[in-house]
């Protein structure tokens, strides 16, 4: 079982700057695929950023390329996810996910999913 708990979210102007944080429980972090979704009102469930457990591939969505950085520390058992140059677009819960064997891409392929935190950007 593993729990997760991000962190970091807020409201900022747009062109600013976040970072969020997913703590997870547990001994075998690394071993999971971990990405960050986002789902504001009206919509499904959205990928945003994903890293494989060695840390060695990350995979962003074209919307977000460019503008966030999704990293991990596997001794804190922490994901993050930077954001950059925020627009009014990028309002959203975001949710952190783990998974072994993911399409990283497909959220339902996540075993372990967050509470979300808000992200609000004001225009």
């Known amino acids: 079982q593993v729990q997760l708990v991000e962190s970091g979210g807020g409201l900022v102007q747009a062109g600013g700057s976040l970072r969020l944080s997913c703590a997870a429980s547990g001994r075998t972090f690394s071993s999971y695929t971990m990405g960050w979704f986002r789902q504001s009102l009206g919509k499904g469930r959205e990928f945003v950023a994903a890293?494989?457990?060695?840390?060695?591939?990350?995979y962003y969505a074209d919307s977000v390329k460019g503008r966030f950085t999704i990293s991990r520390d596997n001794a804190k058992n922490t994901v993050y996810l930077q954001m950059n140059s925020l627009k009014p677009e990028d309002t959203a819960v975001y949710y952190c996910a783990a998974g072994t064997m993911v399409v990283v891409t497909i959220a339902p392929m996540y075993q372990y999913w967050g509470q979300g935190t808000q992200v609000t950007v004001s225009s």
């Open positions: 890293i494989r457990g060695s840390g060695g591939s990350t």
